[in-house]
């Protein structure tokens, strides 16, 4: 068991405990009481619990990887891709619309991800 892969796997985890916690009452909520159409409503929760299903899928995707050396690589680069996809959103978002990346801070949390996983990779194909 990859403990880097694993300690990954954990901060995908609280990152989606966040985002349901958190970002539901603060974020999802409060745009289904805007004045909105209907459609645009249910976008916003498809897109929200999509976003969801994501982060837990990602999350075991990275627990899996821990252990099982033969299928940990190609797990990694996908959540990797992701979630380097992710950090760099809200970045360029944030940074566009609010002047700040510390706006829209969860790409803290996605960078983090990925340099634990990534450490756990590095430290694999170190020898001995």
């Known amino acids: 068991m990859n403990r880097w892969i694993v300690a990954a796997s954990i901060l995908s985890f609280v990152t989606a405990a966040v985002h349901v916690f958190a970002g539901g009452p ?3 909520e409060t745009l289904l009481v805007a004045d909105l159409p209907t459609l645009l409503k249910t976008y916003i929760s ?3 619990h999509a976003t969801t299903a ?3 899928f990602d999350s075991v995707a ?3 990887a821990a252990g ?3 299928s940990r690589r190609p797990l990694l680069w996908i959540v990797a891709g992701q979630y380097v996809a992710y950090a760099a959103l809200f970045i360029g ?3 566009a619309y ?3 990346v510390m706006e829209t801070p969860q790409w803290i949390a996605f960078t983090g991800i990925v340099a634990l996983a990534l450490v756990g990779v ?3 194909s170190r020898p001995g």
Do not use: A, N, P, Q
Request: avoid cysteine; charge should be neutral; charged fraction near 15%.
């Open 62 to 64: 990275l627990l899996v």
């Open 26 to 28: 603060e974020v999802h």
């Open 68 to 70: 099982r050396t033969t």
């Open 93 to 95: 978002y944030g940074l």
């Open 46 to 48: 498809v897109l929200w």
């Open 54 to 56: 994501i982060l837990v």
């Open 98 to 100: 609010l002047g700040s």
């Open 122 to 124: 590095w430290k694999d």
